[in-house]
């Protein structure tokens, strides 16, 4: 089994290598606002990483990066900044987590941080009704919404995005094979951003 995901990892990293992604816009002034929003001052690795994220975005290349840092430094700031970025572009962005409790946090503070924004966020996981579902679901095959955040609900054959650019995933490691799996079919060429606080140590567990 080990072998043959192995094979497979090399001819999916293979073929995103050779493939062509998009090249999402530069910085615009919108960008800029956004980012001066935050009301925390950065980190020097924070601004580093967001240039190095930034820098994958516009290459034509998909990119595929693995953000690693502790609970509380600042990896959902980030996240939002390549989000927003992709969304300026004209794509919509999917925001993966591995529970419930975690895609209601991160839909929260999505809603606070993109307030002043017109970035229309959706959620999808087991408490949302059916009815508001089935909206959600009209909303994201028509492209009336920018970011989706929820659980494995996303991978369900119902959700067809209009135009996805970017897959957000947070701790991967959480999620089961066969979720992952699934992920890995997404890395066709879009460009993924992995989020993880302990990515090493549970992996190799």
């Known amino acids: 089994r080990v072998e043959n995901i192995a094979s497979e990892l090399l001819e999916l990293y293979a ?5 062509v992604g998009y090249a999402f816009e530069k910085d615009d002034e919108t960008q800029l606002a956004f980012e001066k929003e935050f009301p925390f001052q950065e980190t020097a690795d924070q601004l580093k990483v967001v240039d190095e994220i930034k820098h994958d975005m516009e290459s034509i290349h998909p990119m595929d990066r ?34 419930t409790i975690l895609s209601n946090q991160h839909y929260k503070n999505a809603i606070e941080r993109f307030q002043s924004f017109p970035v229309r966020i959706a959620l999808l996981n087991r408490f949302v009704s059916p009815v508001k579902v089935r909206e959600t679901l ?3 095959r ?48 879009i460009d993924i951003l992995t989020l993880s606080a302990t990515p090493i140590p549970r992996t190799l567990q």
């Not at 073929?15 to 493939?19: A, F, I, T, V, Y």
């Open 142 to 189: 028509e492209g009336k919404v920018d970011l989706v955040i929820g659980t494995h609900r996303i991978f369900s054959e119902d959700v067809v995005f209009h135009d996805l650019g970017l897959l957000v995933v947070d701790e991967e490691q959480r999620f089961g094979v066969r979720h992952k799996e699934k992920i890995k079919k997404m890395k066709n060429n």
């Open 15 to 19: 073929s995103r290598e050779s493939s």
């Open 138 to 140: 009209d909303a994201i």
């Open 66 to 99: 693995l953000l690693c840092g502790d609970v509380g430094y600042g990896k959902t700031e980030v996240a939002f900044r390549a989000i927003f970025k992709a969304i300026l572009s004209g794509k919509q962005v999917a925001f993966l987590c591995p529970t």
